[in-house]
């Protein structure tokens, strides 16, 4: 069973930055596709970014250039990096575990196994 935990969450203002962590359980991490997907209050959940197994990454278009993955293999850990935050980037975030080895991420959310619990991001302007 693999177990993801977010953390890093939290209440900000507009322009501020803030760094998401998710820690993965599982023998496997390095080969799992990792995404972070967000879900605004009364909105459907959407894609935001994306790591692969064999590093490449993608964004959604409202986060690139504000927004980094990255993954280190050796602490089981995906982290994003969001900077020069807007308050329509307010939503619970979360992490997400693919056991499929691609060198790509995945955009769509239904190409994931596995879901942390979500993290609140809150803007304010």
């Known amino acids: 069973q693999v177990q993801l935990v977010e953390s890093g969450g939290g209440l900000v203002q507009a322009g501020d930055s803030l760094r998401l962590s998710c820690v993965v359980s599982?023998?496997?991490?390095?080969?799992?596709?990792m995404g972070w997907f967000r879900q605004a209050a009364g909105k459907e959940r959407e894609f935001v970014a994306t790591?692969?197994?064999?590093?490449?990454?993608a964004y959604a278009d409202s986060v690139k250039g504000r927004f980094t993955i990255s993954r280190d293999n050796a602490r089981n850990t995906v982290n994003l990096q969001m900077n020069s935050l807007k308050p329509e980037d307010t939503a619970v975030y979360y992490c997400?575990?693919?056991?499929?080895?691609?060198?790509?991420?995945?955009?769509?959310?239904?190409?994931?196994?596995?879901w942390g619990q979500g993290t609140q991001v809150t803007v304010s302007s």
């Open positions: 997400a575990a693919s056991t499929t080895y691609f060198t790509n991420g995945f955009t769509d959310s239904d190409r994931y196994d596995y």
């Open positions: 599982g023998r496997t991490f390095s080969g799992y596709i």
């Open positions: 790591v692969g197994s064999g590093g490449l990454t």
